[in-house]
């Protein structure tokens, strides 16, 4: 069984850094890609990154130049910089893997809240 948990959530200050870490357990094989999710309170869950198993990366315009993506494989762990925060990328953060057959693998989610 392949559990995903996410860390590194919290408060910070408009302007401030959180990184956040995905990291998987159980036996896990091909990974396609890995992306991150986010909900904000009263909206539905929007894309923000991807990185592919050859290491291609893209973003939300949103989140473009203000967050890198990154992986270890060995660890099979995905992260999330996030750098210049604002209130409007106050929500909850997800991790997703999504393997080369079957379902995807979703993490618990961790909040991020951006406020003076």
């Known amino acids: 069984q392949v559990q995903l948990v996410e860390s590194g959530g919290g408060l910070v200050q408009p302007g401030g850094s959180l990184r956040l870490s995905c990291a998987a357990s159980?036996?896990?094989?091909?990974?396609?890609?890995m992306d991150w999710y986010r909900q904000a309170p009263g909206k539905e869950r929007e894309w923000v990154a991807t990185?592919?198993?050859?290491?291609?990366?893209n973003y939300a315009d949103s989140v473009k130049g203000r967050f890198i993506i990154s992986r270890d494989s060995n660890a099979n762990t995905v992260y999330l910089q996030m750098n210049s925060l604002k209130p409007e990328d106050t929500a909850v953060y997800y991790c997703?893997?999504?393997?080369?057959?079957?379902?995807?693998?979703w993490g618990q989610g961790t909040q991020v809240t951006v406020s003076s």
């Open positions: 159980g036996r896990l094989f091909a990974i396609n890609a």
């Open positions: 997703c893997f999504r393997p080369a057959s079957g379902l995807n693998f």
């Open positions: 990185i592919t198993s050859i290491s291609y990366t």
